[in-house]
């Protein structure tokens, strides 16, 4: 790649990482549409990161912060996306830990009492499956779940 179109394709990125936090992953998969090789990505990267464009530990923040507040999302389905974005593991972990357990439990409670007004099944067996199946659905694990079903029960 010559020198003058490794800095417009750098430039882009920049732009793009300017408007809003990206991974490595978000920046490689962009590249790859453009068939560019894996050295000149690579490059790309590594000029991001060292101009401090790409941050994976304040991405992996500022991604958590979000989907928990915004889209309500639980613990482990926001561990499992960072995942498959290639996001290490002891990342992924400290930043989970700036959740605050009361206000997940009280979103995850807001969800399931206003899913509960959408079933329309009257068996209660099915009723408590199927939310428990949305709580699960939404990344929380099976204990908290049960946990709020068992206070929107009192």
């Given at each position: 790649?010559?020198?003058?179109?490794?800095?417009?394709?750098?430039?882009?990125?920049?732009?793009?990482?300017?408007?809003?936090?990206?991974?490595?992953?978000?920046?490689?998969?962009?590249?790859?549409?453009?068939?560019?090789?894996?050295?000149?990505?690579?490059?790309?990267?590594?000029?991001?990161?060292?101009?401090?464009?790409?941050?994976?530990?304040?991405?992996?923040?500022?991604?958590?912060?979000?989907?928990?507040?915004?889209?309500?999302?639980?613990?482990?389905?926001?561990?499992?996306?960072?995942?498959?974005?290639?996001?290490?593991?002891?990342?992924?972990?400290?930043?989970?830990?700036?959740?605050?357990?009361?206000?997940?439990?009280?979103?995850?409670?807001?969800a399931i009492n206003k899913k509960d007004k959408t079933i329309k099944e009257t068996d209660?067996?099915?009723?408590?499956?199927?939310?428990?199946r949305f709580g699960i659905s939404k990344g929380y694990n099976f204990w908290q779940v049960?946990?709020?079903?068992?206070?929107?029960?009192?």
């Open positions: 790649m010559k020198r003058e179109e490794f800095n417009k394709y750098l430039g882009r990125m920049q732009a793009l990482c300017s408007r809003s936090e990206k991974c490595r992953a978000d920046i490689q998969k962009k590249l790859q549409q453009k068939d560019i090789t894996y050295k000149d990505i690579n490059n790309i990267l590594q000029a991001l990161e060292k101009e401090g464009f790409i941050d994976e530990v304040r991405y992996t923040k500022a991604y958590v912060h979000d989907k928990s507040r915004m889209q309500g999302w639980g613990p482990r389905k926001i561990s499992g996306m960072l995942k498959m974005k290639g996001i290490r593991q002891e990342i992924i972990e400290s930043a989970l830990i700036q959740l605050d357990e009361e206000l997940l439990m009280t979103r995850l409670k807001d209660p067996v099915k009723r408590r499956a199927r939310l428990v049960l946990r709020v079903l068992e206070i929107l029960k009192r």
